[in-house]
């Protein structure tokens, strides 16, 4: 289902004028269970775009980014992929403590960004997930080829392990309208976020210069997550389906 992310995408006063989410069903938070969550970022920046706001009113949560997240601007002479896979990784590290995700909450597993192996991926998942244990990771209908990737092995994990799967999307909000049929808004959850968490994961997606601002004058150095993008992931909740 891989979509071309192209152009400024859905405009969000078309998202927030859309009534759906207000009758969405709550995800309780109480509902997590003993073991605490487990985040499976394609990249990072993903895991605070979908549910930063979730990580920190939830203790205890750890993140499994997938790839450094180095290709994001192929064309670019400013960094090459080794150091622009650094300054990711320096990046992840500095928004998500700010979740209250510490350092040595976070596992990078450094595949190549764009070419996720699923079959390592499930087992590396495997090893990690228990039963009843929350899964959150980017919905397998993303658009994005390393995230539905990471979408399908995280869902083939919780199916082998009894790990329960909760999607969140990212590219979707981009490329979809709302009530596009091939969504799955019914099995959407809306997570409320508290003043608190708003600010927090403000302050986290803040951490990510290198995609937030450009690298530099060229066409190449573009912003990936330029304000209009940013606007969808500024929202007083989050969606997850379930």
């Not at 980014?65 to 990046?91: C, N, Q, Y």
Request: hydrophobic share 45%; proline share 9%.
């Amino acid at each position: 289902m891989v979509k071309p992310i192209v152009a400024a995408g859905t405009d969000e006063q078309r998202w927030t004028a859309w009534s759906a989410p207000g009758t969405w069903e709550r995800l309780s938070l109480s509902s997590s269970g003993a073991t605490p969550p487990l985040v499976v970022a394609p990249h990072p920046d993903d895991e605070v775009l979908g549910v930063g706001g979730l990580l920190s009113m939830i203790d205890g949560a750890e993140v499994i980014v997938v790839t450094d997240g180095e290709a994001s601007h192929p064309g670019s002479r400013v960094f090459d992929s080794a150091e622009l896979a650094a300054i990711r990784r320096a990046e992840t590290a500095a928004a998500c403590k700010l979740l209250g995700v510490p350092r040595s909450a976070v596992d990078h597993l450094g595949q190549p960004d764009g070419a996720v192996d699923e079959a390592s991926l499930t087992d590396a998942l495997c090893r990690r997930l228990r039963p009843g244990q929350w899964c959150l990771t980017t919905w397998r209908g993303d658009g994005h080829p390393d995230h539905e990737a990471v979408g399908r092995a995280a869902a083939q994990a919780c199916r082998r392990t009894g790990a329960v799967l909760l999607e969140f999307p990212i590219w979707t909000w981009h490329w979809a309208v709302p009530d596009a049929p091939e969504v799955p808004w019914q099995r959407a959850r809306r997570v409320d976020l508290t003043e608190a968490a708003r600010a927090a994961k403000a302050r986290a997606i803040n951490e990510f210069p290198s995609q937030i601002l450009p690298l530099g004058p060229e066409p190449a150095d573009a912003a990936i997550l330029p304000p209009n993008v940013l606007a969808r992931f500024a929202r007083p909740y989050e969606t997850v389906f379930i």
